[in-house]
């Protein structure tokens, strides 16, 4: 699976948009990009996932580059609720096989009030 | 939350000790995958099954962890002789396998201190 490269950390006012970049310049053309956010001592919450269409869900919008190399999730208004550590995975999917997720080091999210 | 859950939620054992953690997936779910989670670190895959076989395990999963799914169902994680690097988040996460959708649904965790 492609690597993912995320800024560490990252600030949003509360009520502003938040907005994740993450690159991943060696995706191929059969692998999904997917987000997952950890909020502190939970387990990894799946928030959305696209392979070259813009998506969006009740919780973010996810947009992909033209060229794939690169996406960003948005939180249309940010709340303190999600302050969390955002991860951006790349994935292949095959149907037949062992789909694990390869988890970064990920963005560390901080709504401020 | 998810539909899928683990008990204990926390674990406290002395080096040495055996653990056993349990994780209920959701359950039309055929695929149940561990992971582990150390502090800072994003977590990292363990083992997987489909349906009650295990087809990967990790070179993390030294010969002291097993993993069983005996029913295709719940699933249990064990660890022989604990030792402090054991220490960790033990996470489980369960899908219903289908190319083009499939979506890993985590639960809580379970947190083990090896003392």
């Known amino acids: 699976d492609a690597k993912t490269t995320q800024p560490t950390s990252m600030d949003c006012a509360e009520g502003r948009a938040a907005n994740l970049p993450c690159n991943h310049s060696?995706?191929?053309?059969?692998?999904?990009v997917y987000w997952y956010r950890q909020i502190h001592s939970q387990g990894p919450q799946y928030i959305i996932h696209?392979?070259?269409n813009n998506e969006t869900n009740e919780m973010a919008s996810l947009i992909i580059t033209e060229d794939r190399k690169s996406s960003t999730l948005i939180l249309p208004h940010a709340t303190l609720r999600d302050t969390a550590v955002y991860y951006c995975?790349?994935?292949?999917?095959?149907?037949?096989?062992?789909?694990?997720?390869?988890f970064g080091t990920g963005t560390r999210l901080t709504i401020i009030p | 939350d998810t539909g899928v859950s683990q008990n204990p939620r926390h674990k406290i054992t002395k080096r040495g000790q055996n653990v056993t953690f349990r994780c209920d997936p959701i359950?039309?779910?055929?695929?149940l995958y561990w992971y582990r989670q150390t502090l800072g670190q994003g977590p990292e895959f363990l083992t997987y099954?489909?349906?009650?076989?295990?087809?990967?395990k990790s070179r993390l999963l030294s010969d002291r962890f097993s993993a069983e799914r005996p029913k295709g169902s719940f699933s249990t994680l064990e660890i022989q002789r604990t030792e402090q690097g054991d220490s960790a988040m033990y996470l489980c996460?369960?899908?219903?396998?289908?190319?083009?959708?499939?979506?890993?649904?985590f639960g809580p965790g379970t947190r083990l201190l090896v003392l």
């Open positions: 359950s039309e779910h055929n695929r």
């Open positions: 995975i790349v994935r292949h999917l095959t149907n037949f096989g062992n789909e694990k997720l390869t």
């Open positions: 696209g392979l070259k």
């Open positions: 996460a369960s899908s219903l396998s289908n190319a083009a959708q499939e979506t890993q649904y």
């Open positions: 099954f489909q349906n009650e076989a295990q087809l990967e």
């Open positions: 060696t995706i191929s053309g059969n692998e999904y």
